[in-house]
Structure formats: C-alpha cells, structure tokens
C-alpha cells in the first residue's frame, strides 16, 4: 500500500512537473505577445522552441507508461503539445497504454507516415490491439507493410472476439523439445540476448507444434546440464484454448498464481501465451468500463474532451432518466388529492423510494460481481434470491421500525407511522427483487449486466417507492 501511494505521488509529481513548464510558456508567450519590440516574431518563436526543449528533455525522462498518465490529465491543447514531442520509438507504446478516449485524440492527430512509425516498434499483439482503433485505410496500409509472417499473427489476434483468451494472447515466447538435453536449451537461450518478459516457463512442443507440457526456467538452474527436457517437464499443464472467456483465464490466474500459461487451438497446436501483464490490462480495462457502464457513461468518455461531445454522449442516458422521472411524476400525480389532504405524505415519499434505490444497488453490486467471477449458475440463483430477500425483509423491519418512530415523533400519527414502515418493508423487497433480476436478465439477453443498470434500477425503486407509499397512505389514512 504505501509503494502505491508512492507510486501515485510520482505519477503526480511528474504531471505537475509537465503543467508548470506549459504554463510558463503561455505565459511569457502572452507577455512577449503584448510588447512592441524589434523581431518580435523572432523572440516569440525562440522562446517557444526553448520550452519545447526543456519539456521534451523532461519527457525523456519519464516511462513510456507515465507519459501516458500525463497525456490523460492535460487539456486537449496542452495534450497535443506534449504528445508531439514524444519520441517516435515510445509512440506505439504510449498509443497502447493511454485509453480508448485519449487515443482516439492522439490518432486525429497523426498522419499516415506517424502511424505507420509508431507501429514499426510494436509486437504483433500490440499492433492487433492498435489496428482496431485506426482508420480503415491505414490499418490496411499497416498490415500490408508487415511481413507475412507478422501479418498472419496480427490477422489471427484480430478474428478472436474482445472477451476472449485469443484476443489478448501475445506471441512473442520460446519453445524446445522434450528430447533435448539443459546444456542446449542454455546455449539457446544465451544465444537469444533477452527473453520476452514475463517468462518463468518454456513451452515444450513436439516437431508438429502440439503443446507436450512446460519447463520451468529453475529447473535449467537446479538440474545438471545433461538432464532431459521430459525427464523433468509438466506433462499436466495448465493451459487455456483460444476461445476461453478471458474473465476465466483471469480467474485461473489467481487461483493458482500463474505468471504465464500457454494458448493452443482446437488441435492442441500451441499458438500464443497469456502473461500476467495481459491479465492485468484487461481486469483493468473491464473494471473501469464497468463502473461507467453503471452510470450510463461509455469508455470513449474523455475527461478533457469538448463540452459537445460529452454532451452528446450522455443524451441517450439522460433521456432515459427523463423517461423514468416522468413515470414517477405520474404516479405521485396519481395521488395528488391525498398529497393535498395530508402535507406530510409529500415530504416523507422521498425516504422510502431513497433507501429502496440504495439497498437495492447493493444487492445488484453484489448479483453483477456473482456473474463476473461465474458464481451464479441456475443451480443457486434462487437461493441467492432467497437470501437477498430475507436480507431486505430483515433490513425493512429493522429500518422500517427506525423510520416509523421517526414519523411519529414528528406528527403524532400511529397510522402514518405504521404506513411508512409498511412502505419501507415492501419498497425493500421490490428493490431486492429488481437488484436481482435485472442484471439476470441483461446477462441473459446476451448484454452487459451493469450497463445502466442502476439507471433501470433507480427508476423502479422511485416509482414503486411513491406508489407503494402513497398508495397505502391513501387507503389507510384517507
């Protein structure tokens, strides 16, 4: 914990580092803007250049990965000044570790020949994650100026759908036989300079590219070098098919403290390997588009991005909110004349339908991080529905007594207390039920369970809150 929040005062550090230097170039540029001075042309642009050196030597010195974090946290102008001075060998880097939003922003601003730079200094799995995001013209031109061989391998990623172990595979591993001897594989290995990171195993494979088993790399420092390849290797691994959902081969990882494992088809044929670093990506890829997806923001939301297209993207979530608020506004009209009767209706609603809304968001938390780690099945989800219900029955007559004594200290009415504990009771169940069902139900229609599902959620709990309310108010006290 304490290295991260180091971490983070780095990361910090660095991008108030960054914000000083453009600030104090927009600020001489005005100042020498506004003076009459001979060759003031000439004094603008050489003080420019300055600080375009100076911050281009800062940059230097930052991790391809912490440029990224800067880029990300700096105004779309200011943004565009740093990131053409990024060198040409960290661009493909950087173009992979900033997010979809900000890279859609760095590519507009890029020709052709940049594009096609950036990825010169990119692996093959890399340059599948990059293409998606490039205009159609150049992605084509990208692949065509690859060989045949990394053309192939950036094909191949690219047919694997997103959620898949093979669209997150790399290739870039080494592989030996079984019938070779340790001396071998060392002089192999030396003659190699580095291994592809992440690499605590080889890959044994036999003359046709079936996967036999895996070598630890401690073995070659343990056992004598005459040792054999399947004297010693696992003839059981744990390995993970192209078509694997990739949230299970994240699953595997950590239950059984994997590093790195191999990918193989249908055929056994091994074709890739999934590292950790992957795995980390994509937990934090999924996590972050899961917490936009709650709210009805899409991963494209750029903070720095024009007022414009922020707003065009959150019209169709605030529309549907406005829908869900009418449904409401009618239902309280429904009871208009018992508002009118009795004031006091009128400035209780809003806790019953409130507390509905965050009980049940805690339980629909709980159902959609069920269905992520595959923990509900249709062996459990009624018990699991049972268990949520007793919670929320539990939870209504506890809180429900609360608010009910709450009401009558206030007004002096039995009746209207034991109404709003009432209301609170059944507004819980209905908030467990809707928790419940509504990600149940996205999962199995074949979409996303937290995309809006709070937004859903929110209007039930609002609407069956005020009825629910009102409705029994109407009846028993009027």
């Known amino acids: 914990m304490r290295d991260e929040l180091q971490h983070r005062k780095n990361l910090q550090k660095m991008l108030e580092q960054v914000t000083v230097l453009l600030k104090k170039q927009e600020l001489e540029k005005n100042l020498v803007h506004k003076q009459q001075q001979p060759r003031h042309d000439l004094v603008e642009s050489l003080l420019f250049k300055r600080h375009l050196v100076e911050l281009q030597q800062k940059l230097e010195q930052f991790h391809p990965a912490d440029i990224a974090f800067v880029l990300e946290n ?18 493909g880097t950087v173009l992979l570790e900033v997010s979809d939003a900000v890279r859609k922003t760095l590519i507009a601003d890029m020709d052709n020949h940049e594009i096609l730079c ?163 990506d994509f937990i934090n890829e999924t996590s972050q588009k899961e917490i936009l997806s709650q709210v009805g923001l899409s991963e494209e939301e750029d903070l720095f991005a024009p007022f414009w297209v922020c707003a065009k993207h959150r019209w169709p979530w605030i529309a549907l909110n406005l829908m869900t608020a009418f449904i409401a ?60 219900v007793s919670v929320s029955l539990t939870n209504g007559l506890l809180w429900g007594s609360v608010v009910g004594l709450f009401s009558y200290l206030l007004y002096k009415q039995l009746l209207l207390s034991l109404v709003m504990m009432a209301a609170m009771i059944l507004n819980l169940l209905v908030a467990s039920f809707a928790g419940v069902f509504i990600p149940l139900i996205l999962e199995k229609l074949g979409r996303d369970p937290a995309m809006g599902s709070s937004v859903m959620l929110t209007a039930l709990t609002d609407s069956m809150g005020f009825f629910i309310f009102l409705g029994l108010a109407t009846i028993i006290l009027l």
Do not use: C
């Open 329 to 388: 506004s009618r239902v309280i009209n429904i009871f208009e004349s018992s508002i009118e009767q009795l004031a006091a209706l009128a400035i209780l609603m809003p806790i019953i339908a409130g507390i509905g809304g965050n009980s049940g968001t805690q339980t629909m938390t709980l159902i959609i991080r069920g269905l992520a780690l595959n923990q509900i099945t249709t062996h459990n989800w009624l018990r699991l529905l049972f268990k949520e």
């Open 74 to 91: 700096l105004p779309l102008e200011q943004r565009m000044i740093v990131w053409q001075l990024v060198k040409t060998e960290h661009d």
């Open 118 to 280: 950036a990825a010169q200094h990119l692996d093959s799995d890399e340059i599948a994650d990059l293409v998606v995001d490039l205009p159609k013209e150049i992605a084509s031109e990208l692949l065509i100026s690859l060989d045949s061989e990394d053309r192939a391998k950036v094909q191949s990623a690219l047919t694997f759908p997103e959620s898949t172990v093979g669209a997150l595979m790399d290739f870039d591993m080494v592989t030996v036989r079984e019938d070779v001897s340790f001396d071998v594989i060392i002089r192999y290995l030396r003659r190699l300079k580095e291994l592809p990171e992440h690499t605590d195993q080889l890959f044994v494979i036999d003359r046709a590219g079936n996967l036999k088993g895996l070598l630890p790399l401690k073995y070659l420092l343990i056992r004598a070098g005459k040792t054999r390849v399947s004297e010693v290797m696992i003839q059981k691994p744990i390995f993970f098919y192209t078509n694997d959902v990739a949230r299970e081969a994240a699953q595997a990882f950590k239950r059984y403290n994997l590093i790195s494992a191999p990918i193989i088809n249908i055929h056994n044929q091994l074709i890739g390997r999934l590292s950790v670093d992957n795995i980390i």
